[in-house]
T-cell receptor, first 115, second 114 residues
Framework: SQQGEEDPQALSIQEGENATMNCSYKTSINNLQWYRQNSGRGLVHLILIRSNEREKHSGRLRVTLDTSKKSSSLLITASRAADTASYFCATGGNAGGTSYGKLTFGQGTILTVHP | DGGITQSPKYLFRKEGQNVTLSCEQNLNHDAMYWYRQDPGQGLRLIYY???????QKGDIAEGYSVSREKKESFPLTVTSAQKNPTAFYLCASSIRTNGNQPQHFGDGTRLSIL
């Protein structure tokens, strides 16, 4: 079964607006990663946040992690049409757990940014 | 340019036929992975390999087989036992298999049934 669940499933915004996507997970994690997938292409790694971190930035991306609520959010500021893609969260398990050494992906959020 | 190359981009399988998907990386990564992606869904892990001559089953290994004879190569065979093989297959690699590293992906192979 999927560890991460993204919300919303689809998001449609205008260029220049901010886009926020959320990810919830069930078991304890070592880290959480966000990936982007353009239609018909492979995934591209965006950002990794470790379980002892609460917030991380990379350019126009801001990721937060709340381990007490088992949730993360990805914020894309000042969105562009080129940001149109599917976004996935993936969790890496703790040592000793059945998920250790593997990433478990959510079902993704489809983001459409209208010019 | 370092990266992961998957071939072919499109593949068609006849009933009862085995087909092999190629994955090659020149990133010098120890770990490699195969995922299956169905429409509107996330990725599901088929097999992964931490080192040459070693591999482990993922969550949906039935009907698939792999080999890892070289560090650079991790081919996936979709056997006739896989009754619903139509999907987008993605290969990935990472420096190590401890779940703490970003994974680098190829551009996928789309497999369809004739």
């Amino acid at each position: 079964s999927q560890q991460g669940e993204e919300d919303p499933q689809a998001l449609s915004i205008q260029e220049g607006e901010n886009a926020t996507m959320n990810c919830s997970y069930k078991t304890s994690i070592n880290n959480l990663q966000w990936y982007r997938q353009n239609s018909g292409r492979g995934l591209v790694h965006l950002i990794l946040i470790r379980s002892n971190e609460r917030e991380k930035h990379s350019g126009r991306l801001r990721v937060t992690l709340d381990t007490s609520k088992k949730s993360s959010s990805l914020l894309i500021t000042a969105s562009r049409a080129a940001d149109t893609a599917s976004y996935f969260c993936a969790t890496g398990g703790n040592a000793g757990g059945t998920s250790y050494g593997k990433l478990t992906f959510g079902q993704g959020t489809i983001l459409t940014v209208h010019p | 340019d370092g990266g992961i190359t998957q071939s072919p981009k499109y593949l068609f399988r006849k009933e009862g036929q085995n087909v092999t998907l190629s994955c090659e990386q020149n990133l010098n990564h120890d770990a490699m992975y195969w995922y299956r992606q169905d429409p509107g869904q996330g990725l599901r892990l088929i097999y992964y390999s931490q080192i040459v001559n070693d591999f482990q089953k993922g969550d949906i290994a039935e009907g698939y087989s792999v080999s890892r004879e070289k560090k650079e190569s991790f081919p996936l065979t979709v056997t006739s036992a896989q009754k619903n093989p139509t999907a987008f297959y993605l290969c990935a690699s990472s420096i190590r298999t401890n779940g703490n590293q970003p994974q680098h992906f190829g551009d996928g192979t789309r497999l369809s049934i004739l």
